[in-house]
């Protein structure tokens, strides 16, 4: 990607050390402030075209910060994997990368709520577990804080869920769904097309030596 490295090299002095401590952070105030003020916070977070085009432009990113759950358990659960992940993929290709990364899902979730009208930052948030599954496929961690679990596997789980809301879900879901993943087409795209451009041709030349070798 030597576009990714000569935009590193004029932008990479304003990356942000540790962004999803920066986002969860936010999260986590955002669900004290709902907790303390009776759930008013959120409803002046989330985002809404018709709301954004009157004037209240703040939507356009604040329903990033939404948090994911008003369960406190499910909080510390969330929370715990978004930096967990995140941490660990800024770790293999750095800040500047990791955060045009996350950011590159977060224009996506936008665009999506331009389109649809409503905007939801569910999905960006679990595409963090393709990414990880990709950088990290063997590794363990413990669902539910006692479930040892290889990573792989949950973000195959993860995909069937992306795909199960992809078809019963309204075009609010499908639209987030596809745009949200722009990070991931952009940073596993061309490994993804790569692989399955020599798995092509891998069976196409074992079907032409079957048929020249035939009696």
């Avoid at 540790?18 to 003020?37: C, K, P, R, S, W």
């Avoid at 432009?57 to 990033?64: D, K, M, N, Y």
């Avoid at 660990?88 to 331009?114: H, Q």
């Avoid at 869920?161 to 019963?168: C, E, G």
């Amino acid at each position: 990607m030597h576009w990714m490295d000569k935009l590193e090299r004029k932008l990479g002095r304003y990356a942000v050390p540790h962004m999803m401590y920066v986002v969860t952070g936010i999260m986590l105030a955002v669900f004290a402030a709902n907790l303390v003020l009776g759930g008013i916070v959120s409803p002046m977070l989330f985002f809404h075209r018709g709301l954004i085009l009157q004037g209240q432009v703040w939507r356009i990113i604040t329903f990033i910060f939404l948090p994911p759950s008003t369960s406190v358990l499910w909080i510390a659960f969330s929370l715990y994997f978004y930096c967990l992940m995140g941490n660990a993929l800024e770790s293999a290709w750095g800040t500047f990368r990791f955060n045009l990364f996350y950011l590159c899902g977060v224009a996506g979730s936008i665009l999506a709520g331009f389109i649809t009208g409503t905007g939801v930052n569910h999905f960006l948030n679990m595409s963090l577990f393709f990414a990880y599954a990709a950088v990290y496929p063997e590794n363990q961690i413990m669902l539910f804080f006692f479930l040892p679990i290889k990573v792989k596997w949950l973000a195959a789980a993860n995909a069937l869920y992306f795909l199960y809301m992809f078809v019963v879900g309204g075009w609010t879901a499908r639209a987030a769904i596809l745009f949200s993943l722009l990070n991931i087409w952009l940073f596993f795209g061309g490994d993804l097309f790569r692989h399955i451009r020599q798995q092509a041709g891998y069976w196409k030349t074992r079907r032409q030596f079957r048929k020249n070798n035939r009696f």
